[in-house]
């Protein structure tokens, strides 16, 4: 058995009953269960659809996200999320990097990194060498006028603990960001890299090894092993190309508004909606989200 699950972006919820209609019709789909009015609907199937991904391409045109899995085992237990770009609206380094005056340098390496075009711990030593000598005080100022949390990242992380669940923010950044942020969003523990300071300035250095595609692989067997669980029981959710080994492990990977290179290698992919989506694909009805 499968679950078909249909998302507008919230800020849009112009889900029509009719589009849901015509979809389970043409599917010979199950009863539709509205998980919230004019944003998210589901409904089983008895085998996946082999126009899926071509009605897919079309719903995105439109501007909604389509989504089939087994129904089986699809509300996880543990929540692996990417931070930059993800949990959060920025990623923290180019915003470093601007204030260091080397923005554009930096971003570009980022962009390249995240699409897969470089290897992730050298782009990343590049990267934080070109912030050499930029004093630490800068992270504190970025982090209240920069940094900004991804809509529905609470209500991600309340609903699936407050359901037992176990959320761990796990990023090739820094821990000076993922600390506050995942205080902010709730999470249980958070893992990325350390930024070399002396004398309250940045050295140029980060501490190795380096947090990148395969620690988050680790840390996802580490995390559901410890709890007694298997990465089947893991939803994790990313964006770039060091996200792909996590998604790919996870019982449920999520690309979320992914760069292509990810997007086309995950079966799930949320490019309209916000994290929230992650609920409604784990069949949480609106009025079960915990703010």
């Known amino acids: 058995m499968f679950t078909v ?39 089983p199937l008895q085998a996946e659809p ?37 949990m959060i609206n920025q990623e923290c380094i180019d915003e470093l ?74 990023s090739g950044g820094f821990t000076v960001f993922t600390g506050p942020v995942s205080t902010a969003l709730g999470f249980d523990e958070h893992r990325a890299n350390t930024l070399l300071a002396d004398q309250g300035v940045l050295t140029g250095h980060v501490a190795l090894p380096v947090l990148g595609r395969e620690a988050k692989v680790d840390a996802l067997n580490e995390i559901s092993a410890a709890r007694g669980l298997t990465p089947a029981d893991v939803l994790a959710v990313g964006d770039g190309a060091n996200d792909l080994g996590m998604l790919q492990l996870a019982g449920t990977g999520v690309a979320l508004h992914a760069k292509p290179v990810v997007a086309e290698q995950v079966s799930v992919r949320i490019n309209h909606g916000d994290l929230t989506a992650l609920l409604y694909l784990q069949g949480y009805a609106a009025e079960e989200f915990v703010a």
């Open 5 to 43: 699950t249909i998302l507008a972006a919230p800020t849009r919820a112009d889900l029509a009953p009719s589009l849901i209609e015509t979809l389970r019709q043409g599917w010979n789909g199950g009863h539709v269960i509205e998980l919230a009015p004019g944003i998210a609907a589901e409904f």
């Open 50 to 86: 082999a126009d899926f991904w071509q009605v897919w391409a079309d719903l995105q045109a439109r501007g909604f996200d389509l989504v089939i899995q087994p129904t089986q085992g699809r509300r996880k237990s543990i929540l692996l999320a990417d931070m930059d770009s993800t």
């Open 97 to 170: 990097a601007d204030f260091a005056g080397v923005g554009e340098r930096v971003a570009a390496i980022t962009a390249q990194a995240m699409n897969g075009e470089l290897n992730f711990h050298e782009a990343l030593v590049a990267r934080v060498g070109l912030l050499s000598g930029l004093a630490e005080s800068v992270i504190e100022q970025v982090l209240d006028s920069r940094i900004t949390l991804a809509a529905g990242g609470r209500q991600l992380v309340a609903t699936m603990r407050a359901q037992g669940g176990y959320a761990a923010l796990v």
